[in-house]
């Protein structure tokens, strides 16, 4: 049974381009939740998908955005890159938008 | 929910002795609190939770214990091993206002265990 995983694993984008990240959440489930973890800080909620819309969103800007598709996986994607994007991004999966979240372990992106 | 903090950044402790870390949250109306364990280059992980009608839950090795009255959370881990030296994070969610599970994550405790 696969757990939650992300790809890619690391990434380097330069300020101003555009990224897209993807996970494939754990096999059952049906949410997929996105967290963003500056380096010594805590994840920080951006949004979750469910059912293919986006249910709750996090006090992130718009140049943040998903999709989730039928098959439960989902994509992350980051416009007009800033130094400040540079992060660990999360993503965990649940059953249900109330379910325990299992987290993968992560894209680690550098913005340069 | 935005505001779980933690009083100390940093724990060391002995191999054997018991750690106690703890937390501090603000938001009254979170109803599920969990404490995860991140060990470098994963993702966080599941330890125990506690709902708000409890005040102290006990897993294998770990106890949690919450205070409602002062908005207080400690995980307490008995017989501290080296394998769990890793940062520890306490989060709350607010299911019943919100209807979903978003989780507000603390800066975290790292932990360092001592041979």
């Known amino acids: 049974d696969a757990g939650v995983t992300q790809s890619p694993t690391h990434l380097i984008k330069t300020r101003g381009q555009q990224v897209t990240l993807r996970c494939s959440p754990k096999?059952?489930?049906?949410?997929v939740s996105w967290y963003q973890q500056a380096l010594g800080q805590g994840p920080q909620f951006i949004f979750q998908y469910y059912e293919e819309e986006e249910r709750q969103r996090g006090n992130f800007p718009d140049r943040f955005s998903g999709h989730q598709f039928p098959n439960y996986s989902s994509e992350l994607n980051v416009n007009a890159l800033l130094l400040g994007d540079s992060a660990l991004y999360l993503c965990?999966?649940?059953?249900?938008?109330?379910?325990?979240?299992?987290f993968g372990p992560g894209t680690r992106l550098t913005v340069l | 929910g935005e505001n779980v903090g933690l009083h100390l950044p940093t724990l060391s402790v002995q191999e054997g002795d018991n750690s106690i870390i703890n937390c501090a949250y603000s938001n009254s109306a979170s109803d599920y609190f969990i404490w995860y364990k991140q060990e470098s280059g994963k993702g966080p992980q599941f330890i125990i939770d506690i709902r708000s009608n409890m005040d102290k839950r006990q897993g294998q090795r770990v106890t949690v214990l919450l205070n409602k009255t002062v908005k207080h959370l400690s995980l307490q881990i008995a017989a501290t091993q080296p394998g769990d030296s890793a940062v520890y994070f306490c989060?709350?969610?607010?299911?019943?206002?919100?209807?979903?599970?978003?989780?507000?994550f603390g800066t975290g405790t790292r932990l360092t265990v001592i041979p």
């Open positions: 989060a709350e969610i607010d299911v019943l206002s919100t209807g979903a599970n978003n989780l507000f």
């Open positions: 965990a999966s649940s059953l249900g938008t109330g379910g325990e979240q299992f």
């Open positions: 096999s059952g489930h049906d949410t």
